[in-house]
Nanobody, 128 residues
Framework: QVQLVESGGGLVQPGGSLRLSCTGS????????MAWFRQAPGKEREGVSC????????YYANSVKGRITISRDNAKNKIYLQMNNLKPEDTAMYYC?????????????????????WGQGTQVTVSS
């Protein structure tokens, strides 16, 4: 049984930082590209960042570029999302996802259709 378990969400003030983690089990972790998605109330789930199987190729949505860093540790079956200079519009449920690994750059995908497995999510709230 595949499980992706997120942690690290919470309430933070604008300009603050959070580090999300996701631990995978029941899957060949390094066989999947990994991604973070988020969904705000009343909005569609959107891809935020993804990373290749090896961890050498990160990719970011324009809305978060420069403020967010994705990384992975295949030895620990974990991925991370370091979020800095958080804004109220970053408030959302954040989901970890394991998905297909395209053969061309960026060797990962922010498309929901390319996701094989989802985590349950961790809430991030940015508010003063």
């Amino acid at each position: 049984q595949v499980q992706l378990v997120e942690s690290g969400g919470g309430l933070v003030q604008p300009g603050g930082s959070l580090r999300l983690s996701c631990t995978g089990s029941g899957l060949t972790f390094d066989g999947y590209a990994m991604a973070w998605f988020r969904q705000a109330p009343g909005k569609e789930r959107e891809g935020v960042s993804c990373i290749s199987k090896s961890g050498t190729t990160p990719y970011y949505a324009n809305s978060v570029k420069g403020r967010i860093t994705i990384s992975r540790d295949n030895a620990k079956n974990k991925i991370y999302l370091q979020m800095n200079n958080l804004k109220p519009e970053d408030t959302a449920m954040y989901y970890c996802a394991a998905g297909v690994s395209p053969r061309r750059w960026p060797f990962c995908s922010l498309g929901r259709e390319d996701v094989n497995y989802w985590g349950q999510g961790t809430q991030v709230t940015v508010s003063s």
